[in-house]
């Protein structure tokens, strides 16, 4: 295929041969008890140097704990993928955690966005939807996905996406390499001992992000019986053998909601937004991350049973979410 234009940006690139040999050797088919607590999970599976993926955002069903548990181990030298990057890349910016970030969208805040201006973190422009589309075609074993999404837009420049003429209808086509991230993570609502999870509501690709990582942490609010899941297979959104741990984390969007069960902290949130602003992120991350030792540590001093019942009471159960 004829190449017309390329994008700038620095993109990481596996030989799906490479990957798919990889999944074959390493993801257990049998059923087996994949519980951990957060520290564990994230100290087996979270290496320096890591490409870290995972689904939604801040506001609503990312796994704020599993984020938070990555700064307190202080992880370093992590590649991120930000899909619609809000609070979470903020503070794996200011912790120092992260030297390279695909974005999608950036918000809340100039940290980032300094630490980007200044060199400290390398960053290649995408979209929410091309981000998605490069999990899928990782997910799917294959090198690219086309897409017209990228045409007439400057973000192509600053991506890693290659516009082509099209073999069969010989106009131009952008193509979105596959990624396939070392670990992938994902909260959920609800998930069985071995890793069956299901997600209720809106989100972004947790499917794709699962089955296109090497490594998957599922955080999750409930822990069900299997039972459960056989009765109603249809609910299941990621199968268990994509999936090396399961950690159990009530509350493990928060500050963010999860829909149908608790809405967001925007409270906290306020206080998050004033701190950044004031350059104080430093304090925030002493506040919340360092000073527990854990999620439910945090949720008990720092955050209170009073408010947490109260996120419950303002959430609807909508039809269908349970």
């Known amino acids: 295929m004829e190449t017309l234009q390329e994008g700038a940006g620095e993109f990481r690139f596996t030989d799906p041969d490479a990957v798919r040999a990889w999944m074959r050797d390493h993801k257990r088919r049998e059923f087996v008890d994949k519980t951990l607590t957060e520290a564990d999970a994230v100290r087996r599976s979270v290496a320096d140097g890591d490409y870290v993926s995972f689904d939604f955002s801040s506001f609503t069903r990312g796994p704020l704990a599993l984020i ?20 979470e890349s903020t503070l794996l910016a200011a912790a120092g955690a992260v030297s390279r970030i695909d974005v999608g969208f950036m918000g809340l805040g100039d940290t980032l966005n300094r630490a980007v201006e200044e060199g400290k973190i390398k960053a290649t422009e995408w979209t929410n939807g091309t981000l998605t589309l490069r999990h899928m075609a990782g997910a799917m074993g294959v090198p690219f996905l086309p897409t017209r999404a990228l045409l007439g837009t400057d973000t192509l420049k600053y991506s890693g996406a290659k516009v082509v003429r099209d073999p069969f209808g010989g106009k131009p086509i952008a193509l979105i390499p596959a990624v396939t991230p070392d670990v992938g993570l994902i909260h959920v609502h609800q998930a069985d001992v071995y890793g069956n999870a299901r997600c209720f509501g809106p989100g972004v690709s947790p499917l794709e992000t699962a089955a296109a990582s090497r490594k998957v942490i599922i955080s999750t609010d409930e822990i069900i019986d299997h039972d459960d899941i056989r009765k109603d297979p249809s609910k299941t959104t990621i199968p268990y053998y994509m999936v090396d741990a399961v950690v159990y984390a009530p509350f493990g969007a928060y500050p963010g909601g999860l829909p149908g069960v608790y809405e967001m902290d925007f409270e906290h949130f306020a206080e998050y937004n004033t701190l950044e602003r004031q350059g104080q992120l430093k304090s925030y991350l002493d506040k919340y991350v360092h000073s527990v030792g854990s999620h439910l540590e945090m949720l008990e001093k720092r955050v209170g049973l009073a408010r947490l019942n109260d996120l419950r009471r303002r959430a609807t159960i909508k039809e269908g979410y349970r």
């Open 68 to 87: 938070r548990e990555i700064i307190r181990q202080g992880r370093r030298d992590l590649w991120y993928c930000a899909k619609f990057t809000l609070m």
